[in-house]
């Protein structure tokens, strides 16, 4: 009991106190570094509508921030409890459409950042890989008008081994992962690839690709982002693990005015022009006090809805002094 008491007594004395006087969801990351130091970071999350390209701040902040993963109506959402990510993500959602709405067979969709293209997804029908006295090959694609892009299209899946089902390492929510050339016949390859790294053979295991969420437990995060020693030791580590979106979709910096511009998911062109808001940051610490401004971290585009959400943050790190109030303000202008 009174190690317990001792333990809620160092907390209220470590405490900041977080005052939000946005009307905007926030959430606060808090993190001990040593005895004196600590790592502390806020996020505001705003969601908008869309109107002619451009974005209005939405009567109901339907994007909320979430300390723990979590599973929205377009799919799995990461964490938002972190101190800070290694670039911006760039996340999407929503179906490929077919031009002018004629049933097709493959389409592509890219996307562009201020008129450069940052990533292009090739999309097809259903498909089925087939056995003949030649070998396997893959089947006409069926017709379609619509075609989510989502991990459950991606490369991926569950493969059956000596009776047990084993998860394809880097997306086992998507579909083509078997372990034999058996298994394979008659089952569905993905809808969704890298139009130039696209399947030929049945033994191709390609790296899932989207536009959404790529569930940070997928050996594509470590692999690009964190390297080990012999023993077993971390030699690098990047903040880019904690980003959310896919590879291709992690852009440096977004600042205000930019545009993001997206072909294939919508009727004609669907263009996003980032909207000029400020938010800022104040930490009182004691007698002294501190002011930044935050910058975007993610944006998130709903395609359909003509919706979107822009989530900013500002790290920082301080100095624990005992009995010393400390709180956080975030402010909109």
């Not at 081994?161 to 998507?174: A, I, T």
């Not at 808001?277 to 971290?297: D, P, T």
């Amino acid at each position: 009991m009174a190690s317990l008491l001792n333990l809620i007594a160092k907390n209220s004395q470590i405490a900041m106190e977080l005052i939000n006087h946005t009307e905007y969801p926030a959430l606060m990351f808090r993190s001990e570094m040593s005895d004196e130091k600590y790592a502390m970071s806020v996020a505001i999350r705003i969601t908008y509508d869309i109107i002619d390209g451009n974005a209005i701040t939405a009567e109901i902040q339907e994007w909320v921030l979430k300390p723990q993963t979590w599973q929205s109506q377009y799919g799995l959402m990461e964490s938002d409890n972190v101190f800070k990510r290694g670039g911006v993500d760039i996340l999407l959602f929503g179906s490929a459409k077919a031009p002018k709405g004629i049933p097709t067979t493959s389409m592509n969709v890219e996307v562009k950042f201020n008129n450069q293209p940052i990533n292009k997804i090739a999309v097809f029908g259903e498909r089925v890989w087939e056995k003949s006295i030649l070998g396997m090959y893959i089947s006409t694609p069926k017709s379609f008008t619509e075609m989510p892009i989502s991990l459950e299209n991606a490369y991926g899946g569950q493969a059956e081994w000596d009776g047990l089902s084993v998860p394809y390492n880097n997306n086992p929510y998507g579909k083509g992962y078997h372990h034999s050339k058996e298994d394979h016949v008659g089952k569905p390859l993905p809808n969704i690839e890298l139009p130039d790294k696209l399947i030929r053979k049945w033994t191709d295991q390609p790296d899932p690709i989207g536009v959404g969420c790529l569930p940070q437990l997928c050996e594509l995060h470590m692999r690009n982002n964190i390297e080990f020693d012999r023993e077993g030791r971390i030699t690098k580590f990047e903040p880019r693990f904690y980003n959310t979106a896919f590879p291709a979709m992690i852009v440096d910096k977004i600042e205000d005015n930019d545009i993001i511009e997206i072909i294939g998911m919508s009727e004609s062109s669907f263009k996003f022009k980032i909207p000029s808001k400020k938010i800022s940051m104040k930490v009182s610490l004691g007698e002294r006090s501190k002011s930044w401004e935050m910058y975007i971290e993610q944006v998130g585009i709903i395609i359909d809805k003509k919706s979107a959400f822009i989530t900013y943050r500002c790290p920082v790190n301080y100095k624990f002094v005992p009995h010393e109030i400390r709180k956080c303000e975030v402010f909109s202008t």
